[in-house]
């Protein structure tokens, strides 16, 4: 009797977890509605300078042709501005174009995330490993440095240093605070795993062959923790996005006339009544966005646990 071929295997050679992932992430329809946005949004802020040539709008260029002077600033038509020209209306009172306001935003948003997810991956991975690894004493500082961090709540502590330090350079300080607050999240479950893997078998035996410490670290822990920072890393992004635009919405994030959009939707508290529009825009990025990148990384969470069991 023929045993059929497994639909994992192609030429006799087993699909890799990768290729499993991939494969349940293609049929998830959540999944790829996510990462098609995500997509999206990535290009808009790489092409950002593309879509201003194009359009003929920088993101801080005025445009008083498009606002009514004699009603105090509020965009000509009744959707904000929406216009062949603009095709996402402009700004009330200086007329400056959304969609490039948006583009520019998201590559601020983005940027400051992705800078403050590494910061903060580098800083986990390393000094939950080195706690899960070495523990004694080495297990102790860190996890009171961990717990002291952590008993902070952090977004006051954020509001407040950032309070207090210069304007200059905001993006960067943005990523460093964010960091510094984030870490201990991520350290908490690399030491979790690190200390139970440095117990297993095939590292008893590398230890037992001769293997030095960071061949023990490279080769045999940290492969193994693979999955699970892809995952987490996935899931701090939202969560990072989130808190910038929060922080620029206070206005102690990204400072004008740098675009952002938690700064966009504060400037548009005073206009819901008469230009609904100038919030709904850059409020439905956000909110797609973070909804995307929380959808996305809940997927690949689930797909990664179903290609490990299989």
Not at 61 to 72: C, K, M, Q, S, W
Not at 119 to 128: A, H, S
Not at 132 to 147: A, H, K, L
């Amino acid at each position: 009797m023929t045993v059929a071929a497994h639909p994992e295997q192609v030429a006799g050679v087993p699909a890799t977890s990768g290729r499993r992932v991939t494969r349940l992430l293609l049929r998830d329809w959540a999944a790829v509605l996510s990462g098609a946005y995500l997509t999206l949004i990535v290009l808009m802020a790489i092409c950002a300078p593309l879509i201003s040539a194009i359009t003929g709008h920088g993101p801080n260029d005025f445009d008083t042709a498009a606002v009514n002077t004699d009603l105090g600033g509020v965009p000509h038509g009744s959707l904000g501005g929406i216009s062949a020209d603009h095709l996402f209306g402009v700004e009330p009172q200086n007329g400056r174009d959304l969609l490039a306001r948006i583009a520019y935003g998201a590559r601020v948003s983005l940027l400051i995330a992705a800078s403050a997810t590494v910061l903060t991956t580098l800083l986990g991975v390393v000094l939950g490993m080195l706690a899960g690894f070495y523990q004694s004493w080495v297990d102790q500082v860190i996890c009171r440095i961990m717990d002291f961090l952590m008993a902070f709540p952090a977004l006051i502590f954020m509001i407040a240093i950032l309070s207090a330090l210069p304007q200059g350079n905001r993006p960067v300080l943005l990523v460093v605070v964010i960091s510094v607050f984030g870490w201990p999240y991520l350290a908490r479950v690399v030491r979790g795993q690190t200390m139970t893997l440095v117990n297993r078998e095939f590292v008893e035996a590398a230890r037992a062959s001769g293997a030095s410490t960071g061949a023990l670290v490279f080769k045999e822990i940290l492969p193994n923790l693979r999955s699970s920072l892809i995952v987490m890393t996935t899931l701090a992004v939202p969560g990072y996005v989130g808190t910038e635009a929060g922080l620029s919405f206070l206005g102690i994030g990204v400072a004008p006339p740098t675009p952002s959009w938690g700064q966009m939707i504060s400037s548009s508290v005073g206009w819901y009544a008469v230009d609904p529009m100038y919030f709904a825009i850059p409020g439905l990025f956000l909110f797609l966005t973070v909804l995307s990148m929380t959808v996305f990384g809940d997927r690949l969470r689930t797909a990664f646990d179903a290609g490990e069991a299989s």
